[in-house]
């Protein structure tokens, strides 16, 4: 996917001079950096990565399986009353789009993807907040195209 600037990193060192993963806010209002910690499980929360990366995974994931593996991974397997989940995705908004997002101590991501046409939207924090409102705003613009400069 030319995803060039992701990886997995078995230590904060291999991280980069100079890495920020997140900043803390003092009683003074000032931010601060964060020490740089490392997912001990690194499938679940070990990406390092850039938000062009992450697009690029966004639009491209389905080129990585076979076609009819990658129907299965955005179509419910769960049954009624359970939260909509393809084979690694988690499914919303009836099933119309893709999502994978992430909350660690010092950072907040959410990926959605528009699977009728391969949209994806990103939303990026650097410190651990609520993402619905913006992720929200971002929807409504596929929507409704007098949001689309939300």
């Given at each position: 996917?030319?995803?060039?600037?992701?990886?997995?990193?078995?230590?904060?060192?291999?991280i980069g001079?100079?890495?920020?993963?997140?900043?803390?806010?003092?009683?003074?209002?000032?931010?601060?950096?964060?020490?740089?910690?490392?997912?001990?499980?690194?499938?679940?929360?070990?990406?390092?990565?850039?938000?062009?990366?992450?697009?690029?995974?966004?639009?491209?994931?389905?080129?990585?399986?076979?076609?009819?593996?990658?129907?299965?991974?955005?179509?419910?397997?769960?049954?009624?009353?359970?939260?909509?989940?393809?084979l690694?995705?988690?499914?919303?908004?009836?099933?119309?789009?893709?999502?994978?997002?992430?909350?660690?101590?010092?950072?907040?991501?959410?990926?959605?993807?528009?699977?009728?046409?391969?949209?994806?939207?990103?939303?990026?924090?650097?410190r651990?907040?609520?993402?619905?409102?913006?992720?929200?705003?971002?929807l409504?613009?596929?929507?409704?195209?007098?949001?689309?400069?939300?």
């Open positions: 996917l030319g995803m060039r600037d992701s990886r997995f990193p078995a230590r904060s060192q291999d001079p100079g890495a920020v993963s997140g900043y803390a806010v003092t009683a003074t209002g000032d931010f601060v950096p964060v020490p740089t910690r490392i997912c001990t499980i690194q499938a679940l929360g070990g990406l390092w990565s850039t938000p062009a990366d992450l697009i690029r995974l966004g639009t491209g994931w389905a080129s990585l399986i076979p076609a009819p593996l990658a129907r299965q991974a955005v179509t419910r397997q769960t049954g009624p009353g359970s939260h909509s989940v393809g690694g995705w988690l499914l919303a908004r009836g099933g119309e789009t893709a999502v994978f997002a992430g909350v660690a101590a010092d950072s907040a991501a959410i990926v959605h993807i528009r699977l009728s046409d391969g949209r994806t939207h990103l939303v990026l924090t650097s651990p907040i609520s993402l619905e409102s913006v992720d929200g705003r971002l409504r613009s596929w929507t409704n195209p007098h949001h689309e400069n939300d």
